[in-house]
């Protein structure tokens, strides 16, 4: 049996693949050919649709890494049985960490001193006033393993007066709201933690964003589409929002002549939320037991899976 890893990852989780099966990195020429070979897949970033999956008559498993499965046409390996996993919590720090630092970055105008520095400009520190997040009320959407690590950080770090919102979840450590309006209404920093699907796509728009306070702040570390980018950038542009910390987008990297990177008060990042040492490791070992564990007959997890 093959497994056939078609993204780059950690050389940790393609040695331990290939300890147990013929691997096929995905910086070898054989790669192209995965449709006819692969047991088992190992992706990251590639989108596996529903034509590769129809070409793929081998295939049983998909081990996804990362928590987002929206690359993986899910409906396409359901209907072929190709099981599909996931690695949710394995990055859950690291994005937290990312998500209060662009939410710092964005309240106390780091990034835009930082150019202004750079260019040589005359900066009068009265014109670039900052907010504090001291005390603030945070609202949380999406309070699952990254959602609740944020408002775990916000509360302790910053005595920030967590609320969140997720029709998914019963019981929080902190006030529920019963809607997403009730919480954009409250909040002065509103972190987005939910996965894009039909339900969530778009669900920050420009209904959305009027309702948030002049002076908020929007923080996206989960998916591009969750945000309506033209929506946000109308907005901004309006000075209805302070400011803005983006780290994914509808078209990742971002181009350079994207809108919203014209605005000083958005700071962005290319999706890297997860994108750290530790991390890369521990999630490339994760995926490829998986594929191993599934490809030696033993079932999957049914948290990691699905579909």
């Known amino acids: 049996m093959k497994i056939y890893i078609l993204d780059a990852i ?29 047991d088992a897949v190992i992706a990251r970033m590639t989108r596996v649709t529903a034509a590769d999956i129809g070409r793929a008559k081998k295939l049983r498993i998909i081990s996804k890494q990362g928590v987002g499965y929206d690359t993986i046409d899910i409906a396409a390996a359901k209907a072929r049985g190709i099981v599909v996993c996931r ?17 710092l970055t964005v309240a106390r105008r780091i990034t835009e001193l930082d150019r202004r520095i750079r260019a040589g400009e005359k900066i009068a520190r009265p014109d670039y006033l900052a907010v504090e997040t001291e005390r603030k009320t945070v609202g949380v959407v999406g309070v699952g393993n990254i959602g609740s690590r944020v408002a775990r950080k916000w509360a302790t770090a910053f005595n920030a007066n967590v609320i969140g919102y997720d029709p998914y979840v ?71 929002l302070f400011g803005a910390g983006l780290d994914v987008w509808d078209v990742e990297p971002p ?53």
């Not at 693949?17 to 013929?22: C, L």
């Not at 990177?261 to 997860?274: D, E, K, R």
């Open 10 to 38: 950690h050389p940790a989780g393609a040695a331990h693949a290939a300890q147990h099966f013929d691997t096929v990195r995905w910086d070898d020429p054989r790669i192209s050919g995965w449709h006819d070979e692969a």
């Open 170 to 240: 019963g019981k929080i450590p902190f006030e529920k709201k019963s809607s997403l309006q009730e919480l954009l209404r409250e909040a002065d920093l509103v972190t987005l933690h939910v996965p894009l699907n039909d339900e969530t796509r778009h669900m920050i728009s420009t209904k959305e964003i009027a309702l948030m306070k002049r002076n908020a702040i929007l923080v996206n570390t989960c998916r591009g589409g969750v945000v309506d980018e033209a929506a946000l950038y109308a907005a901004m542009k309006d000075g209805q």
């Open 87 to 103: 690695t949710p919590g394995v990055n859950s720090d690291a994005v937290a960490e990312i998500a209060l630092a662009l939410g």
């Open 255 to 307: 181009p350079k002549d994207h809108p919203l990177l014209s605005l000083p008060n958005v700071v962005a990042t290319p999706h890297v939320a997860g994108n750290t040492y530790e991390t890369q490791e521990r999630s490339a070992l994760w995926v490829a037991q998986q594929a191993v564990d599934f490809l030696q007959g033993k079932p999957a997890n049914p948290a990691n899976r699905v579909a």
